[in-house]
């Protein structure tokens, strides 16, 4: 499934909010096989009422919702690009998510130590940004070294070596300026060479704004979280905002309760339902939907994706032996019969 890590300074509300989102994943989902597969990591489910609807339509045995990995990569802090062992191995968990989720705290309490000793959301995402960059820069510039030595053994290899040394010096240079790499403009062909460096710039980020809870319902009065808004739209990233005590919380509430505590608060629902569908908005993932009467199961799929692509997620055969699909509407709600080719399933997701 979709991996998600989450990172952020000391004491801004990381574990809470990790526990959280298991917690309440947990209790979304009762029948989903659900585990914590180590201490830091989480499966939830991705709550979607339209699986609810196809599955009580075809009186299906169980419903299966998408999932995403949530990951707690405690540990990033200054320095961590430099050090040889820890920090190191933190950078290299985020190398191996899809998304990141940087917590930044935007919850005055003179309890909670700030690491900088004041709330400061700026220099708090900077100071991870760095390390980022850092670490990019290090890989990129070893990479380029070896490039150079030009070890290609045919015309094809060459040209793709070639296309991975032009992207990897645009790329240098906007690390030097203090940009990240998924701000370079940069061809199909140029992205797929750089591919494998998995660059941690390169990945997407979405700035989880952690609240106090009388801010839920107006967050924007918060001038910390005005600042992250600002800064999330500078280097092209995505924000939630969410209280990770609130959420904390609500998972102690029976279900029954959590609507009533979270109408206090002036909100609707619980922010783990927000902090998915960004997610899923910023990597540009839809999901689609298979059903019969043993299950209804969502398919998490990219945006764009063609019919015969989207079967094959299921099954590589289904994408090979593709025949033609149909649309229909029944009930509020577009369907797709699969047996056509080429329609973009985008439809797909209503
Ligand atoms: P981490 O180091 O980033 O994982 O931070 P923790 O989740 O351990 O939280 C550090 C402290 O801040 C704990 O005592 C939390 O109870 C507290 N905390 C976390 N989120 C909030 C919040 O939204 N409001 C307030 N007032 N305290 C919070």
């Known amino acids: 499934s979709l991996r998600a890590g989450i990172v952020g300074l000391p004491n801004v509300g990381k574990s809470t909010l990790f526990n959280a989102v298991v917690e309440n994943g947990k209790a979304q989902a009762a029948n989903f096989p659900f585990c914590t597969i180590e201490p830091n990591v989480g499966i939830v489910a991705v709550p979607d009422p339209r699986l609810h609807v196809l599955s009580e339509l075809s009186k299906s045995q169980r419903a299966v919702p998408a999932s995403i990995e949530f990951v707690d990569i405690a540990g990033l802090v200054k320095g961590a690009s430099q050090g040889e062992g820890l920090g190191n191995k933190f950078l290299s968990h985020i190398r191996e998510v899809d998304s990141i989720l940087q917590v930044v705290r935007c919850f005055e309490d003179n309890d909670i130590v700030h690491v900088n000793g004041k709330v400061d959301p700026k220099s708090d995402i900077d ?100 600042e992250v808004m600002n800064l999330a739209s500078e280097l092209r990233s995505g924000i939630v905002t969410i209280s990770a005590q609130v959420e904390s919380e609500l998972t102690e509430l029976p279900s029954d309760e959590r609507t009533e505590y979270l109408k206090s608060l002036g909100v609707n629902e619980s922010g783990l339902g927000n902090l998915i569908r960004e997610t899923y908005s910023l990597l540009g993932l839809r999901t689609y939907f298979t059903s019969g009467e043993k299950e209804s199961k969502a398919w998490t799929i990219l945006a764009g994706m063609t019919a015969p692509q989207a079967a094959g997620v299921i099954h590589s055969d289904f994408e090979k032996g593709f025949i033609r699909a149909e649309t229909v509407y029944c009930l509020g709600y577009f369907l797709i019969y699969w047996w056509n080719s080429n329609r973009d399933v985008n439809n797909l997701s209503y």
């Open 127 to 226: 100071v991870i940004n760095l390390e980022l960059v850092f670490s990019d820069l290090d890989q990129i510039e070893k990479r380029i070294e070896k490039l150079k030595k030009g070890k290609a053994k045919d015309s094809q290899s060459k040209v793709k070596e070639e296309a991975e040394k032009s992207a990897l010096e645009r790329i240098k240079q906007a690390l030097m300026d203090g940009k990240p790499a998924r701000a370079v403009a940069l061809t199909e062909f140029e992205k797929d060479a750089v591919k494998h460096l998995c660059l941690l710039t390169m990945k997407p980020i979405i700035y989880v704004a952690n609240v106090a809870e009388s801010d839920l319902a107006e967050p924007e009065n918060n001038s910390h979280v005005n």
